[in-house]
């Protein structure tokens, strides 16, 4: 069956960086379109950034543009994003989507002084 595991969360200061990874198992990982979406106290879910299959489009939420990077490894079958220059607006719970089908069960980002 799908198994995405999110890990990589954790306590840092604003302007910090952290990097998620998101293993996955139980596809095709090489045919897939892969998500990070995230989820703030009291808020609904909100896209985060968007990979193709291949690794060769990305998308991003405005306000991390610049900020964020979402990559694969494919040989991994692992997806990851890479936040820098991080906010207390960026804190949430983070999980990784197959096609906005399937979901992990998040890890969480907190961004305090």
Do not use: H
């Amino acid at each position: 069956q799908v198994q995405l595991v999110e890990s990589g969360g954790g306590l840092v200061q604003p302007g910090g960086s952290l990097r998620l990874s998101c293993v996955t198992s139980g596809f095709t990982f090489s045919t897939a379109t892969m998500l990070w979406y995230r989820q703030a106290p009291g808020e609904g879910r909100e896209f985060v950034a968007v990979i193709s299959n291949d690794g060769s489009n990305t998308n991003y939420k405005d306000s991390v543009k610049g900020r964020f990077t979402i990559s694969r490894d494919t040989a991994k079958n692992t997806v990851y994003l890479e936040m820098n220059s991080l906010k207390p607006e960026d804190t949430a719970v983070y999980s990784c989507s197959l096609n906005g089908f399937y979901w992990g069960q998040g890890t969480q980002v907190t961004v305090s002084s």
